[in-house]
């Protein structure tokens, strides 16, 4: 049996398929390229710095080992006359440094905690703005009321209209489909007595008023948290700047 041969529309279908998907191809691989060629130069770039600047530590390694050592040599010198001037004094002035350093580490710590304190403030604040949000929606809601029933009732009347119309023309699928939205909006039209209404609204009122106290005294105590970690942050500042200064002052009556 002879080979079948394609006819030539169908060949170039083909060879255009596979010329796209060439393209397709090369465009991947291009792309990559152009990925690698960016990381490349990036690397390249971070490498260069690197060797500039151990070059550049490298030309100064002598002079700063030098300076070191000079100092490390004058450190020994002085400690061994200022210990040797000091006597038993010593440790009363290590008692004195001691004593400054706890003074910071204890207000570190204050600030910690006064800094969780003022978030769990912020967070109770905006809790309390949403409870208040949703509970003014539910005043506003139920003061509309009236409305929203007679929205609901006209909504029931169009339902019932599509309703009969279906009915008369025989076609219950569509009357179902009008039912089930007609019985959706009836759940949602419950018409309370004149009592139960007004016994609701004071009830939303009474909540609502809760709601406001609620967030004038969240945000009190949020204004206060705040003011209490900036005064703990300022004093550990001012005690972290002056603290050889402080401790200079409480070890002046041992020199």
């Known amino acids: 049996m002879p080979e079948t041969v394609d006819s030539p529309d169908v060949k170039l279908d083909e060879l255009r398929k596979q010329l796209q998907e060439s393209d397709d191809d090369l465009g991947e ?9 960016t990381e490349v130069e990036t690397l390249s770039k971070t490498v260069e710095e690197i060797k500039k600047t151990s070059a550049d530590f490298g030309q100064g390694e002598a002079t700063l080992k030098s300076g070191t050592q000079e100092f490390k040599t004058y450190k020994q010198t002085k400690t061994q006359m200022v210990e040797a001037a000091l006597g038993e004094k010593k440790g009363q002035v290590e008692a004195e440094i001691k004593k400054v350093d706890e003074q910071i580490e204890s207000l570190r710590k204050k600030a910690a905690e006064l800094h969780e304190a003022a978030i769990k403030a912020e967070l109770e604040y905006e809790t309390a703005k949403q409870t208040l949000q949703e509970k003014q929606h539910a005043a506003d809601s139920l003061k509309d009321l009236r409305k929203h029933l007679g929205e609901n009732l ?9 309703i009969e119309r ?3 023309q025989a076609k219950p699928a569509g009357m ?3 039912l089930l939205e007609f019985e959706k909006v009836l759940n949602y039209t419950e018409i309370p007595s004149q009592a139960d209404y007004e016994k609701t609204l004071n009830a ?3 909540a609502l008023e809760t709601a406001k106290t609620g967030v004038a005294s969240k945000r009190l105590a949020a204004e206060t948290a705040r003011g209490q970690l900036a005064q703990a942050e300022e004093a550990l500042r001012t005690l972290e700047k002056n603290r050889i200064k402080e401790i200079l002052k409480e070890v002046d009556k041992l020199n």
Request: net charge positive; hydrophobic share 35%.
């Open 154 to 162: 006209q909504k029931l009347k169009d339902f019932k209209i599509s």
């Open 204 to 206: 939303v009122a009474t």
């Open 166 to 168: 279906f009915d008369e």
């Open 176 to 178: 179902y489909v009008y």
């Open 29 to 37: 691989l291009t792309k990559k390229r152009e990925a690698l060629k």
